[in-house]
């Protein structure tokens, strides 16, 4: 059961290229010293992260759930004169999400987290402005790089093939092939260079992010699904290796934890009670 009261609001970002988006709040009554800003998996919409959002809140954590740049309340759409890629995800709008919620909840501590892509994305953001971040929640992530998935020799020719089908269609058309959204080319494109290298390397980000990954020293939190053949625990272990200096603490549920839904990269999602329980105790603890 829930102790606490909750509000619900939406903020609207504006990213400093004109793309705007909403940030859906999700607080407790009285106000949190905690903020989560919470960053969802590839394809998507930051709506279906709101019951993880409502069940922190009732423990003490708000929550503001990030929407990305193409999907859901985003006022853009991928297209061949529509692209963008990690830069403009992590330069403007993570930021322009970070700068609305300092001033929405200037005395909350800000923790970023996410989920498969955003976890990795909220590494990456952490990393690269770690000015005022408590820490990072991960929660079915990992690495995307092939070596450390089940039939890798399956994996590869896929970041081979993503690229060169977004750009012939202009955009990945991930509703229609299974994997993602409506994708723009640069995102893809940087996605699948991570997975085919296992470096983070972003076009038009200035900053060495496996240097930047390397001086992170605040706590991390990082949940694994048991069941999830995409986030496996060498893909876990990859991400986590490269920041040797963070304290790091990794968990593993299964199915048992989640009431009966599958512990897997989304099924959790249906069942979130438990894994806001060990978000909400771990970020008391870290304090």
Known sequence: MLALE???SLLRVHAPDGACADLQLVQPVPAARDVLL????????????????????????AVALHEWRGNGSSDRRAARAQDWGYRELLEYDIAASRLALRTALPRARLWLGGHSLGGQLATLAAALAPESVAG???VASGSPYWRWFRHAWLILPIYLAVPRIASVCGYFPGRRLGFGGREARGVMADWARSGRSGRYVARGVRQDLEAALARVGMPVLALRLEDDWLGPKASLDWLLGKMPAAPQEALVVGAQDLDGAPADHFGWMKKPSMIAQTVATKITEFQ
């Not at 959002?53 to 009732?58: F, P, S």
């Open 38 to 61: 919470w960053l969802p998996a590839l394809g998507v919409a930051a709506r279906n992260y709101l019951p993880l959002a409502r069940e922190l809140a009732g423990r003490g954590v």
């Open 136 to 138: 990072l929640v991960l």
């Open 6 to 8: 909750t509000s619900e």
